[in-house]
C-alpha cells in the first residue's frame, strides 16, 4: 500500500487521541536497526530519544529479540492465575537489587504499561494510609494519562475535559536554569526543600494537623530527573533535603522511575545517586527494550506484603505476561554482565562534553545538562535565555527531511522535544551509541541548528 494512502487511512479510522503528529506529514516507518529508523524510502534517520528512553538497549537488539523468541515457541501464553518461572525469576532479581541498594525488602508488582503501573501504586498508597487519597507531586512533573495518573501529572491539559477528581498539590521542582538568579544549585536546592517543609509550620499552611500530628497527603510522586518537563536534573543535595521532611511528617516516597529506569543515568535507577531510600518504586518502558508491554512496582515489604495488599487488590489480564518477563529477565541478566555504570557514565561525558562545544558555536543552546545518557539542551533567543519554541519546531521539521549530508551520506535526525514551555531537546540516545555516533550527532545538530536559525 502506497504511504499516501496509509496516511489517507489513518486520518480517517485511527483515533487521534493516543497520538501526536509533530511534523505533518507524520512519517510512517519501515524497519529499525541500533541507532537507527528506516523509512521505505531507505533513507536512514539517527534517532536521539529512541521511544521516549523505552529501547534503552538498541533497535532490534538481538539478544532480546533472541529471548522474545524463545518463548513464543515454549510458553507464549498463560493465565496470570497460574505462574511461570520468567514472572518469578524477574521479581527476585528486582527486589535482591533494592535490598542491596537501599536496605529494604519488598515485593513487586507486574502490570502492562507506566500508566498503570502508577495507579497500582495509588491503591498501595491509598491503601497504606487508610483512605487518604490526597498526594504532592512536582510541577513539570509527568507520570501518564489514565485518569488516576494524570491527576498527578502537572499539565492541566490533560486533565481538563475529563471532570473533577483529587488533584495532586504541585510543589516547585528545583529547575536552576529556570529559577531565581543569584543562586548556586545547591543553594536553590535548599530553598525549595525550605520552601515545601513551611507548609507544615502551621495548621493554616492546610496540609497538616499538629494536634493530630498528621498530614492530609499520604504521598509524594517524584521523578528524580524529569521526564517530560525536560530532563531537569536537581541538585544532588536536594532528595536527601526532602526525604527528611518526608520522614518527620509521615509521608511516602513514590519514585517513579519509568522513564530513567534501566541505566538511562548509569545507575538502574536514577534516585540510587541521591542518596535516600524509596518507599516504592515504579518501572517500566526500558524492561523490555520496547518489545512488549510490561511495567510493575516494587515497594517496601510493610506496604505489599500479602497481610495489608491481599489477593485481587488490583489486576489486569495481562499484568505478567510470559513474553513481558522473559525478556525482561533477560534485559536483567544483561545488565548484571556488563559494567553498564561505567560504560554509560563515560558515554554521558562525552555527548555532555560535545553538547557544550556545540553551545560555544550556537547563542540559541541557552542550557545544557545531563546525567548519563539523559541530556538536555534548551533552544532559546540569541539571549540565551528566553524560550524559543518555533525555532525547535523547525528543527524537528528539518531533521525528518532526511536530508542533512555527512561524508556524502544523508541523515534524517529524530528528536524529542520536551520542558516547561517546549523548547528544549531531551535526549535519550540508545545506551548501546558508539562515540562515532555521538560526534555523527554533533554534526548533525550542527547543520540542523545552523538551517534552522537561517530560517
Keep these: 500500500m502506497s504511504i499516501d494512502q ?80 520468567e514472572k518469578i525469576e524477574l521479581a527476585k532479581r528486582l527486589c535482591l537489587h533494592n535490598q542491596d541498594k537501599f536496605g529494604l525488602q519488598g515485593r513487586v508488582h507486574f502490570n502492562v504499561g507506566g500508566s498503570q503501573s502508577i495507579e497500582d501504586s495509588l491503591k498501595l498508597v491509598r491503601n497504606a ?17 489514565t485518569l488516576g495518573a ?55 499552611n492546610g496540609v497538616w494537623d499538629p494536634k493530630a500530628g498528621q498530614c492530609e497527603y499520604a504521598a509524594f510522586y517524584v521523578e528524580p530527573i524529569q521526564g517530560t518537563g525536560g530532563y531537569v536534573i536537581p541538585p544532588r543535595n536536594f532528595f536527601t533535603g526532602l526525604k527528611r521532611v518526608l520522614d518527620k511528617y509521615g509521608i511516602l516516597l513514590v519514585v517513579d522511575e519509568i522513564q530513567m529506569g534501566f541505566f538511562r543515568t548509569g545507575k538502574l535507577w536514577s534516585i540510587e545517586h541521591f542518596g535516600v531510600k524509596p518507599d516504592v518504586v515504579v518501572f517500566g518502558k526500558a524492561l523490555t527494550n520496547g518489545l512488549n508491554p510490561l511495567a510493575g512496582i516494587w515497594a517496601r515489604e510493610e506496604l505489599i506484603s500479602p ?9 489486569s489480564t495481562f499484568a505478567s505476561n510470559p513474553l513481558g518477563t522473559a525478556v525482561g529477565l533477560e534485559t536483567m541478566k544483561m ?20 553538547l557544550r562545544e556545540l553551545q560555544k558555536r550556537h547563542k540559541v543552546i541557552g542550557d545544557v545538562d545531563g546525567l548519563g545518557l539523559a541530556l538536555r539542551a534548551e533552544i532559546c533567543q540569541e539571549d540565551g535565555y528566553t524560550p524559543n519554541r518555533a ?12 536530508d542533512l549530508l555527512v561524508d556524502g551520506q544523508r541523515y534524517g535526525l529524530v528528536l524529542d522535544v520536551g520542558g516547561y514551555h517546549k523548547n528544549t531537546i531531551t535526549l535519550a ?27
Design 6 to 85: 496509509l496516511l489517507h487511512d489513518e486520518a480517517r479510522y485511527c483515533s487521534f487521541g493516543d497520538t501526536v503528529h509533530y511534523i505533518e506529514p507524520p512519517k510512517i516507518f519501515d524497519r529499525c536497526e541500533g541507532s537507527y529508523l528506516f523509512d521505505a524510502a531507505g533513507s536512514r534517520y539517527l534517532d536521539l530519544q529512541m521511544w521516549y528512553s523505552a529501547v534503552n538497549f538498541g533497535y532490534a537488539n538481538p539478544r532480546l529479540n533472541e529471548a522474545v523468541k524463545r518463548q513464543l515457541d515454549r510458553l507464549p501464553q498463560v493465565a496470570s492465575q497460574y505462574l511461570h518461572a
Design 129 to 145: 494510609s487508610q483512605g487518604k487519597s490526597l498526594v504532592f507531586a512536582f510541577e513539570g512533573g509527568y507520570h501518564g494519562r
Design 150 to 204: 494524570s491527576a498527578i501529572t502537572s499539565s492541566y491539559r490533560y486533565r481538563r475535559r475529563y471532570g473533577h477528581f483529587d488533584r495532586a498539590q504541585f510543589i516547585e521542582f528545583p529547575y536552576h536554569f529556570r529559577g531565581p538568579k543569584g543562586m548556586s544549585k545547591e543553594e536553590y536546592g535548599d530553598y525549595c526543600v525550605a520552601k515545601f517543609e513551611r507548609l507544615f509550620e502551621s495548621e493554616y
Design 307 to 315: 497481610k495489608v495488599f491481599p489477593p485481587g487488590s488490583t489486576h
Design 335 to 354: 545488565l548484571a554482565e556488563e559494567d553498564y555504570e561505567s560504560m554509560v557514565m563515560a558515554k554521558g561525558e562525552y555527548f555532555l562534553d560535545a
Design 391 to 402: 525555532l525547535l519546531d523547525r528543527m524537528v521539521d528539518i531533521g525528518m527531511q532526511a
Design 429 to 455: 540516545p540508545a545506551l548501546t551509541i558508539s562515540h562515532e555516533e555521538i560526534d555523527l550527532a554533533m554534526k548533525l545538530l550542527d547543520q540542523l541548528l545552523t538551517r534552522a536559525v537561517r530560517g
